[in-house]
């Protein structure tokens, strides 16, 4: 009894030294590019691991600039919420529709300044007024109000 847990040891101490001689793939396959240019990666599965979705990954253009944009349908695949990666089609049409929203905003940020500068005088504020007194508050509870 006392030989099967040590060979059990022994085996996979000589399964790990094996599989550490093996040539490692770091890189994967390169599914796409983004209009920023970003590539993104996806390595294939080994028959050896137990994970169920091949690792995922991205290459930024300038990778000093940790505050990059990524696209939603590059994000998309890349946190696994679909299944196929975004065809060039797909994203020249967000990207087309990005410019667009874009544009609008500044256009409307423009009316609504050009709005805002045509009024000249802003409405006057109210007078202020005390605060309200009330002749059944003006004694603290417990004091008898004395007789006018």
């Known amino acids: 009894m006392a030989g099967k847990p040590t060979r059990g ?11 550490s001689l093996k040539v490692r793939r770091f890189k994967g396959d390169l599914v796409g590019t983004d209009h920023f240019g970003t590539k993104y990666y996806e390595t294939p599965l080994h028959a050896t ?4 979705k091949p690792p ?17 349908e590059w994000e998309a695949w890349l946190r696994y ?17 990005m ?19 045509s009024k000249s005088k802003t409405a006057p504020l109210p007078e202020a007024i005390g605060f309200p ?8 509870t417990g004091f008898k109000k004395e007789k006018e």
Do not use: G, M
């Open 9 to 19: 040891v022994i085996q996979t101490i000589w399964k790990h030294f094996t599989e």
């Open 49 to 52: 691991t137990s994970k169920t």
């Open 56 to 72: 995922r990954y991205f290459e930024p253009v300038d990778k000093d600039d940790f505050q990059q944009e990524v696209p939603a």
């Open 81 to 97: 919420r679909r299944k196929e990666p975004p065809s060039e089609a797909e994203v020249l049409k967000n990207l087309a529709l």
């Open 99 to 117: 410019k667009t929203k874009k544009t609008n905003a500044t256009e409307l940020e423009r009316v609504v300044e050009a709005s805002r500068s």
């Open 133 to 140: 007194t009330y002749k059944e508050y003006e004694y603290p």
